[in-house]
């Protein structure tokens, strides 16, 4: 059974940083891609930033700049870090592993940035 695991998410003031991780385990073939998706509330989910398995990686126009998704080829792990943090990137955040059978979600971590 896949899995995957957030962590990092929490509140911060605005223009503060955050570095979000999520951690794939399990048994899964032909990787895709792994990406970050986001829903703020009463919004639809929106795509953050997505990274490939060749390297390549897309940002949402909203976080370029601001956001850097890597990733840790051995072991399926992705980063985002995100600085210059603004109010509406207050959401729940989400992981998502593509494979060419399917898809894989992790259970989401919460960003906040108030102050």
């Known amino acids: 059974q896949v899995q995957l695991v957030e962590s990092g998410g929490g509140l911060v003031q605005p223009g503060g940083s955050l570095r979000l991780s999520c951690a794939a385990s399990?048994?899964?073939?032909?990787?895709?891609?792994m990406a970050w998706h986001r829903r703020a509330p009463a919004k639809e989910r929106e795509l953050v930033a997505t990274?490939?398995?060749?390297?390549?990686?897309s940002y949402a126009d909203s976080v370029k700049g601001r956001f850097t998704n890597s990733r840790d080829n051995a072991n399926y792990a992705v980063y985002l870090q995100m600085n210059s943090l603004k109010p509406e990137d207050t959401a729940v955040y989400y992981c998502q592993l593509i494979t060419l059978g399917g898809q894989y979600w992790g259970q989401g971590t919460q960003v906040t940035v108030s102050s």
């Open positions: 990274i490939s398995g060749g390297g390549p990686t």
């Open positions: 399990g048994r899964f073939f032909n990787f895709v891609a």
